[in-house]
């Protein structure tokens, strides 16, 4: 089963840092960290937990996110209420690989969760890469070509996202989304409903065929 993808959570306000977790911790393939108030506190969970994600303010009491972002080496989005364009320019230089302005819809941070699965997901492993896949892993990421409100699931999502530009069986998405082979199924069967995936029989020695699945492009 593929480990969730781990996030630390670092705002001064814990009552957001808790709802920031909540928000999190609901989506499929994510687990959150306690979270961190400081600077401090965030720079030694980083060095004893590595998380993949970090999802920091800017402004905190101790010092600026977005240098620890510089710092850091792992990915990381940016929440704040700062919505000048230097600072934003400074958070993406920094490496952010996203820029959320408070207040914010769930949805919104929801969104960019299940956009940086599917870009993780496209860039996994050590494989060399092509030109189009750097390129599609970039447009996902930054949601090109999607509309503002996306109808499919974050399981969904995911489920594209683990069938890429080949094909797989509901066992073997459901092992790369660690999720049940059974709700894989489901999800799958869903998307071949809608025409978003297409259904290939593969026949096997024992001739009964197994489904396969691919994501129509």
């Given at each position: ?10 705002d001064d306000d814990f009552r957001v840092g808790l709802l920031h977790q909540s928000i999190v911790d609901d989506q499929p ?95 996994a492993g050590d494989r060399p890469l092509r030109q189009e896949d750097a390129d599609r892993a970039l447009a996902i990421l930054h949601g090109a070509g999607e ?71």
């Open positions: 089963m593929t480990d969730p993808l781990r996030v630390l959570i670092l393939g994510f687990t959150a960290l306690e979270p961190v108030r400081s600077l401090a506190e965030a720079r030694e969970r980083i060095r004893s937990a590595r998380p993949d994600l970090l999802l920091a303010d800017v402004f905190l009491p101790d010092g600026d996110g977005i240098a620890l972002v510089r710092e850091a080496g792992i990915d990381a989005i940016l929440i704040s209420a700062a919505d000048d364009a230097p600072t934003v320019r400074r958070a993406l230089r920094s490496g952010a690989v996203g820029y959320l302005l408070k207040p914010f819809d769930r949805r919104a941070l929801i969104g960019l969760l299940e956009r940086y699965a599917r870009y993780r997901n496209l860039l509309p503002v409100s996306v109808s499919r699931s974050a399981t969904e999502q995911l489920v594209l996202a683990a069938l890429g530009d080949g094909e797989a069986s509901a066992a073997e998405v459901g092992e790369l989304v660690g999720i049940s082979r059974a709700t894989a199924q489901r999800h799958l069967a869903a998307l071949a409903a809608r025409t978003v995936v297409e259904v290939r029989l593969r026949y096997g020695a024992t001739g009964r065929p197994e489904h396969r699945y691919a994501a129509r492009t």
